[in-house]
């Protein structure tokens, strides 16, 4: 959270009492970006190498980051000093360290106007350890410009969490093919790796394209990395639309349809073919490094070229209820059994009267409950639970961890302990809502290995360009 000086409790010297005095260096800068010798700025009145300014800001925090609005002669700090609640003061910036200057628009001059900003290599502290499943960083000023997040973990490594180098994958094999146009250009190995075609649209050698045309044509391939499968992205630079079905070979050796249609299309221009947000909601997670396209090229009458595809993946498994073990009382048709799977009412405020999706209980009280069975157990980092009708009845999620006994995992008040398991336990109370409290769906967030041993993984990256995001937002990454 930024702030601005708020009081100057000591300076070396001053120009003026009002004009150029300490205190113009108070609130929000009045003269930046301009370049000139300005009376609301801050000016010595001795010039030597002994001046400085000391100052508060309104509360204090874990100091990340100070920036100096230097708007005349800038360049002149030579160490920027924090007294730390401990009473001792600490050099977060000093010269001959390294520092940046960031430049607003075009330099004015040999000097320019410019903002000074010093940045070190500070470590923030949160109030209680927890497993970390995400971290959100604000960036507000020259966003992009982190480039690794890490973690200490109470085994006492650094963890790194997320770097530039992000997980996604390009394909690493071709396993087999319906059929190629050719053994070097056209062939299946052209879709290995990242892009060479698109965002072109054309018949290019670099794709891979099909010898027989017809609805039976496939691609089967693996990536260096098996995830749970979040995305796949399929770029198409010729005759695209030709994909019917996006297959996941998963570990436990059964195929997995992500993706399919009825009926195929055929498109004039280069895509990326995405459609993931269609099996998000299914069931069953994919934990897999390949990949099937089915592809039916006879709405195209002709070659469908495929460049490249990139899969999405997290260490973390996502799923949806896969049975109810137990509940307090049910409502007619808004039985338990509608919290099973994806969302259906969601993201709808409706009641029972116009929907029968979700669960909503018959006994109006605070003792309602659900206890739900998900298909395998894992660490549990999160659990979502979409409410749909009167919301805010959940009053504890509980788990039950394998050592067999129920943890609290959140309850008004909150509280956090670590649970494998695959069963989850949501006490419900009716009674500030008066009325049905409906649960449409509970989806469970969990890793298969604790956090204290992961490891990341870095094969087969790609960096990502994504220099205009405000908002990092990091799902951490486990083995
Ligand atoms: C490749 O696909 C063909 C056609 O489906 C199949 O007959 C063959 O067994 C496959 N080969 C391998 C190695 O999977």
């Known amino acids: 959270e930024e702030q601005w000086v708020s009081e100057v409790i000591g300076y070396s010297s001053q120009y003026g009492r009002y004009k150029w005095s300490a205190k113009q260096i108070q609130g929000a800068p009045d003269v930046y970006p301009r370049y000139q010798d300005d009376k609301r700025a801050w000016a010595p009145d001795v010039i030597d190498e002994n001046q400085f300014l000391e100052f508060e800001f309104d509360y204090p925090v874990y100091v990340t980051k100070v920036d100096v609005y230097e708007t005349f002669n800038a360049g002149g700090v030579k160490a920027i000093k924090c007294f730390d609640v401990s009473g001792m003061w600490i050099t977060l910036w000093s010269t001959p360290q390294q520092f940046y200057y960031y430049y607003s628009g075009s330099a004015v001059g040999r000097w320019g106007d410019k903002l000074f900003v010093a940045v070190w290599d500070r470590r923030v502290q949160f109030a209680t350890a927890v497993y970390v499943t995400k971290i959100d960083v604000f960036e507000t000023f020259n966003a992009g410009g982190v480039k690794a997040i890490k973690c200490f973990d109470v085994s006492g490594t650094w963890i790194t969490l997320w770097s530039t180098?992000?997980?996604?994958?390009?394909?690493?094999?071709?396993?087999?093919?319906?059929?190629?146009?050719?053994?070097?250009?056209?062939?299946?190995?052209?879709?290995?790796?990242?892009?060479?075609?698109?965002?072109?649209?054309?018949?290019?050698?670099s794709a891979w394209a099909p010898k027989v045309i017809d609805e039976n044509q496939f691609l089967e391939f693996k990536f260096a990395t098996s995830v749970y499968v979040t995305q796949v992205d399929v770029y198409e630079t010729f005759n695209a639309g030709g994909v019917k079905a996006i297959k996941c070979f998963d570990v436990s050796g059964t195929w997995i349809t992500l993706w399919s249609t009825p009926e195929v299309d055929v498109k004039d221009y280069a895509q990326i073919f995405s459609p993931y947000r269609q099996w998000w909601e299914s069931m069953m997670?994919?934990?897999?490094?390949?990949?099937?396209?089915?592809?039916?090229?006879?709405?195209?009458?002709?070659?469908?070229?495929?460049?490249?595809?990139?899969?999405?993946?997290?260490?973390?498994?996502?799923?949806?209820?896969?049975?109810?073990?137990?509940?307090?009382?049910?409502?007619?048709?808004?039985?338990?059994?509608?919290?099973?799977?994806?969302?259906?009412?969601?993201n709808l405020y409706t009641s029972s009267g116009q929907s029968i999706k979700a669960w909503a209980p018959d006994v109006i009280d605070e003792n309602q409950f659900l206890e739900l069975k998900f298909a395998f157990p894992v660490n549990v980092a999160k659990v979502a639970v979409y409410e749909t009708f009167n919301a805010g009845g959940v009053k504890a999620i509980k788990c039950f961890d394998v050592s067999g006994t129920w943890i609290t995992l959140w309850s008004t008040p909150k509280s956090t302990v670590p649970c494998f398991s695959n069963i989850i336990r949501l006490d419900i109370?009716?009674?500030?809502?008066?009325?049905?409290?409906?649960?449409?769906?509970?989806?469970?967030?969990?890793?298969q290995k604790s956090w204290g041993l992961a490891k990341r993984e870095h094969v087969n990256e790609e960096l990502e360009e994504e220099e205009d995001k405000a908002v990092t937002s990091v799902e951490a990454a486990a083995a």
């Open 285 to 346: 997670p994919c934990f897999s490094n390949h990949i099937r396209l089915d592809i039916d090229c006879t709405v195209a009458n002709t070659w469908v070229e495929i460049d490249a595809v990139r899969l999405h993946g997290s260490k973390e498994a996502v799923q949806w209820v896969a049975e109810v073990i137990n509940y307090s009382s049910q409502y007619y048709s808004n039985d338990a059994q509608q919290i099973l799977g994806g969302p259906d009412v969601y």
């Open 429 to 447: 109370d009716c009674t500030a809502a008066k009325s049905r409290v409906e649960i449409d769906a509970v989806r469970l967030h969990g890793y």
């Open 165 to 205: 180098l992000q997980a996604v994958q390009w394909v690493a094999e071709v396993i087999n093919y319906s059929s190629q146009y050719g053994p070097y250009k056209w062939s299946a190995q052209q879709i290995l790796g990242a892009p060479d075609v698109y965002p072109r649209y054309e018949d290019s050698i």
